[in-house]
């Protein structure tokens, strides 16, 4: 699967798409150029891969068994080969942080809380963190461990739990406009707070979507105000 690469030095922020779209959706929607300035001074070197919604949670055409297969295939992809390839692209020291707006924030937040021990904190914009939003009424095991909403009340493991608080990255951010939840991301940032675990919601005011206008003024801030 293609990888799009922007910059050369900094942490690396693995973008996952939004939707039903490719590694060049944040290209063509001119979020990357909100963030050519981080990625010009070495701030952030910005890794963006291919989402398998089509293959998945997004084709109606499949059977949803074979669906939450391919989730937990695409997760494994992302765990054994992109990871790998931007740790001998950068260096075994670089941060990553996962970042993704819509579904992409679910696929993000996912990503960060099953491996806080390869991937070091998430940006989530205008999420939802129940993967039963989208499986049309099916719900298996696949399902259940890749709902943030629903394995993370359960979650008892110590050492993943410590190396999730250690983050210190974990940014839930939204609009309240628009076909915005932001009921969601409260009830999640409720959630991690059970769990005694650090994080950061913001929610923007009603002028804010859920749409590209929003998502291209909320990743900048934080990448200059919190990185």
Known sequence: MPIAIYGDYGFALLMVPTAAADYLEYERFQLMDTLA???DAGKVKVYSIDSIN???WMND???PWHKSIRQQQWNDYVYNEVVPFIRTSSSWETPIITCGASF???HSMNLFLKRPDIINGVIAMSGVYD???YTKGHYDDNVYFNSPAHYLANLSDHKILQQIRQSGHIHILTGS???????ASGRFAK???????WYELDIWGAEWPHDWNTWRKMLP???GTRF
Request: charged content about 25%.
């Open 54 to 56: 089509n293959e998945s």
């Open 61 to 63: 055409n499949m059977d």
């Open 104 to 106: 992409g924030a679910l």
């Open 177 to 183: 406009g628009n076909y915005e939840d932001p009921s």
């Open 131 to 133: 993967l039963t939003e």
């Open 221 to 223: 801030h934080y990448l």
């Open 37 to 39: 300035p981080f990625i």
């Open 191 to 197: 959630q991690l707070y059970d769990k005694d675990i």
